[in-house]
C-alpha cells in the first residue's frame, strides 16, 4: 500500500484555506452588491420624489427573426407610462421572416403609427453584427428632439413604468448611462436551464461590479450615442452591449444599474449544446471588446477549477492510501465550498426576487427536486465555464442567428451573410 508523501503541506494548505477565504470573500462580496443595489434603489426613489423632467426618449427595437414574444412586446411598448416617446423598429432585411409579422402587428395595435415606426436597416458593416449595424444607422437618422436613446431586446416584455425607470437616472449629469439586466430562472426540469440559470446568476454579479451595460434594456444621451468613440466602437463590434461597456469604462463615464429593471426570461430549452454556444458567445463578445474582463474572468473561474481538481485527486489519494485525517481535512474543505455556493446562490435568488417584484408581477417557482437539479449543475456549469472561457483561443468561425463570422485576433467580420429565415 503506498503512502501519500508531500514534499511540503504549504500546497495543499494554500488550496484548502484558499477556498475558505473564497467563500469568505463572496459572502463579503454579496453583502456589498446587495448594499449597492439597496442604494441604487434609493437613488430611484429620490429620483420619483423630485419628480424630474421626462424629456423625449427614442426607443430601438433592432430584430432580426422575431420571438414568440414579439406582440407582447410592442403591445407593452404601446402602453408605457412615458409622456413623449417614439418606438423605431428595425428590422434587418426587407426579407427577413419578420418583417410581414411586425408589420401586420403595428397594423392591428398602432395602424397610424402614432407610437411605432417600421423600418429596415440599409447600411452595412462586414465588422458589425446586423444588429449594431442597424443601430449606428439610426442612431444617426433619429429626429435631434429626442434627448434619450433606449435599447431594447425582441424577447423583453416591458412593465409600464420600464421606459421611465430606464431613463430617469440620466436627469443626474454625472451619469451617462443606465442598464437592466436579464434573469433566467429554470421553468423545466432541464439541466441545460439550469446551467444557464446559473451562469447568469453569478454573472449578474459580475455585471453589476463592473459596470457592464446590458444591451436588451439600456439607455444613454443622444449626445453619448453621436460622440465619435461610440459610433467607431460599433462599427467594430459584433455585440453592442460588450462594444459600449467597453467605451464607458475607456472614458470613465458612470453607469447606473437600475435594480428594478430586470427582465425575467422564461424560454424553455432542454439542449445543452446551445446552452454551451451561448456561453461561448458570452465570453466571446467580451475577449473581443473586454480583454482586460475576459482575462480576470478566466482567472476567477479556472483557479476555482484547478483548486478543485486538486482536492479531488487528494481526496482520492487520501481514500486510496487510507489517510482518514487528511480524506476528512479534503471533506470538511469541499463542504463548506459547495455548501457555501448553494447558500450564496439561494440568497442571490431572494435579491433577484426582490428586485424584480418592486415592479413586476412575475411568479417564479422553485421546488425541492429543482434545487437539487440547481445542485446537481453547479459542477457541469464550472466546467462548461471553464471550456467556454478558452474558447476563443481555438475559435476560427462562428455562426450566429444565420450569420457567419470569421474570427481574428480580437476582431471578427462577416464572412457570409443571408436574411433571417425561421
Not at 395595435?109 to 429596415?120: G, T, Y
Request: aromatic share 16%.
Amino acid at each position: 500500500m503506498y503512502e501519500i508523501v508531500f514534499q511540503s503541506e504549504w500546497p495543499l494548505l494554500f488550496v484548502i484555506w484558499g477556498n475558505l477565504l473564497f467563500i469568505i470573500l463572496s459572502f463579503s462580496g454579496l453583502l456589498v452588491f446587495n448594499y449597492l443595489l439597496h442604494q441604487n434603489q434609493t437613488s430611484m426613489r429620490d429620483f420619483f420624489e423630485k419628480d424630474m423632467e421626462s424629456p423625449p426618449a427614442a426607443v430601438f427595437l433592432p430584430l432580426r427573426g422575431v420571438t414568440p414574444e414579439i406582440r407582447l412586446t410592442l403591445k407593452s411598448l404601446m402602453e408605457q407610462d412615458y409622456p413623449d416617446y417614439r418606438v423605431f423598429v428595425i428590422l434587418d432585411h426587407v426579407e427577413d421572416s419578420g418583417y410581414t409579422t411586425v408589420r401586420d402587428i403595428l397594423a392591428e395595435i398602432d395602424p397610424e403609427e402614432k407610437i411605432i415606426e417600421l423600418h429596415v436597416r440599409s447600411e452595412y458593416y462586414e465588422t458589425a453584427s446586423p444588429k449594431t449595424s442597424s443601430l449606428i444607422e439610426y442612431f444617426r437618422k433619429t429626429d435631434s428632439r429626442f434627448i434619450n436613446y433606449v435599447l431594447l431586446d425582441g424577447d423583453v416584455v416591458p412593465y409600464p413604468m420600464w421606459l421611465r425607470d430606464v431613463t430617469i437616472p440620466l436627469s443626474d449629469p454625472t451619469v451617462k448611462a443606465v442598464s437592466g439586466y436579464r434573469w433566467y430562472p429554470p421553468v423545466t426540469y432541464s439541466i441545460a436551464e439550469n446551467v444557464r440559470y446559473l451562469f447568469n446568476a453569478v454573472s449578474w454579479v459580475w455585471i453589476c461590479f463592473g459596470k457592464y451595460l446590458w444591451g436588451g434594456s439600456c439607455s444613454f444621451s443622444r449626445d453619448i450615442a453621436l460622440s465619435d468613440t461610440v459610433i467607431n466602437t460599433l462599427k467594430v463590434s459584433i455585440a453592442e452591449d460588450s462594444g459600449l461597456t467597453a467605451v464607458m469604462q475607456r472614458e470613465h463615464w458612470k453607469t447606473f444599474a437600475v435594480p428594478s429593471v430586470i427582465s425575467v426570461n422564461q424560454e424553455e430549452t432542454h439542449n445543452l449544446f446551445s446552452v454551451f454556444n451561448w456561453l461561448r458567445r458570452q465570453v466571446m463578445w467580451n475577449y473581443l471588446s473586454l480583454p482586460r474582463n475576459w482575462f480576470f474572468y478566466n482567472l476567477m473561474v479556472w483557479a476555482i477549477v484547478l483548486c478543485q481538481l486538486w482536492l479531488l485527486c487528494v481526496g482520492g489519494l487520501s481514500l486510496y492510501n487510507q489517510n482518514w485525517l487528511l480524506l476528512k481535512y479534503v471533506l470538511a474543505c469541499e463542504g463548506i465550498f459547495w455548501c457555501g455556493l448553494v447558500l450564496m446562490l439561494a440568497i442571490l435568488e431572494i435579491i433577484a426576487r426582490r428586485c424584480i417584484h418592486y415592479r413586476q408581477s412575475v411568479s417564479i417557482y422553485f421546488s425541492v427536486m429543482g434545487w437539487l437539479l440547481i445542485c446537481l449543475a453547479i459542477p457541469l456549469t464550472l466546467i462548461l465555464t471553464a471550456m467556454a472561457t478558452i474558447s476563443p483561443f481555438f475559435t476560427k468561425k462562428l455562426n450566429w442567428r444565420g450569420v457567419e463570422y470569421q474570427c481574428e485576433r480580437h476582431s471578427m467580420k462577416i464572412v457570409h451573410y443571408r436574411p433571417y429565415k425561421q
